[in-house]
């Protein structure tokens, strides 16, 4: 069976049009099949934008760079933004169909000067973010999920935040353990129908 965390999706194309609505905002995403969440966004990541946007705002930060790690199809990195036009947006994803579907999606929502780039977690990304948001593959297993986490602060300016959502029954308390091992700090900063969005500043 193929995943949406494969490089190269080899599966019969099944695009189709999604609506989202954000932050007052209306978004069209085009998603296919062995991409994450094809048929809407997801509530994890809905959660964690609406858990960010409203934490990077109460602190004021709404410049910088901000990296969308593990991008699928784009909505994060596009949703960010557009609430924060002054971020420098880069998005990143294994999954070459995944890629190309973020860039159309960027293109289709009125979103310029976003870099989408193909990387293995952060493999191929470059330079030091102030912002990092990630709904890891969790069907990847264990090890990748941490293995964004060792990417993310090896690419994270001091004072950076990390943000993460992932469902308590899907390994929220171990990655909570292995964030505050990694970072010092970890705190749950919002918890939504079983899904925890955990925060960790370098």
């Known amino acids: 069976m193929a995943h949406y965390y494969e490089e190269n999706p080899q599966g019969e194309s099944d695009r189709r049009v ?26 994890g990541s809905r959660t964690l934008l609406e858990t960010a946007i409203e934490d990077l705002t109460s602190a004021n930060r709404k410049k910088g760079k901000l990296l969308d790690l593990g991008c699928g199809y784009g909505p994060i990195g596009i949703i960010m933004k557009r609430v924060f036009p002054s971020m420098e947006v880069t998005m990143v994803d294994i999954n070459s169909r995944a890629i190309e579907l973020a860039k159309e999606n960027a293109a289709n929502n009125g979103v310029k000067f976003i870099e989408v780039r193909k990387s293995d977690g952060c493999s191929d990304v470059e330079g030091l973010y102030d912002v990092v948001l990630t709904n890891p593959p969790v069907r990847a297993g264990k090890q990748t999920v941490f293995s964004f986490y060792d990417g993310a602060y090896e690419h994270m300016a001091e004072g950076a935040f990390l943000y993460v959502v992932l469902q308590k029954k899907q390994g929220a308390p171990s990655s909570e353990k292995y964030l505050l091992e990694k970072f010092g700090n970890c705190e749950v900063i919002a918890k939504e129908s079983g899904y925890w969005i955990m925060k960790s500043v370098k």
Do not use: N
């Open 18 to 43: 999604i609506q989202a609505r954000m932050h007052g905002m209306d978004f069209f995403f085009s998603t296919d099949s062995e991409v994450f969440s094809k048929k809407f966004l997801d509530f």
